[in-house]
């Protein structure tokens, strides 16, 4: 099983921006479709961006809710094995813990830890 770790959350204002790491060690995340989800207290866990992979049967497009579109930038470093998600233009609303997983959709059962993102002044 793929096994991912995120990284990059903390507070942030309002307006202010993060940029989250989703790594792997013995996977090369490339040959895998990436998302990124989140889960805000209270609420159901929910899909905001996805890459799709590099492979041969893929061309690596880019995917986002709504919610998030022209704010968030899902990408890939393939020299480091790391897709981020650059996320600007925070909101109070997009207070969260992000998960990324080999999956573009749910459901899935191997989240990790996940890493928390508040926005708050």
């Known amino acids: 099983q793929v096994q991912l770790v995120e990284s990059g959350g903390g507070l942030v204002q309002p307006g202010g921006s993060l940029r989250l790491s989703c790594a792997s060690s013995?996977?090369?995340?490339?040959?895998?479709?990436i998302g990124w989800f989140r889960q805000a207290p209270g609420k159901e866990r929910e899909g905001i961006s996805c890459i799709n992979s590099n492979d041969p049967r893929s061309d690596g497009s880019t995917h986002y809710a709504d919610s998030v579109k022209g704010r968030f930038t899902i990408s890939r470093d393939i020299t480091k094995n790391i897709v981020f998600l650059q996320m600007n233009g925070l909101k109070p609303e997009d207070t969260a813990v992000y998960y990324c997983?080999?999956?573009?959709?749910?459901?899935?059962?191997?989240w990790g830890q996940g890493t928390q993102v508040t926005v708050s002044s």
């Open positions: 997983a080999p999956t573009c959709i749910l459901p899935y059962d191997y």
């Open positions: 013995g996977f090369t995340l490339d040959y895998y479709d």
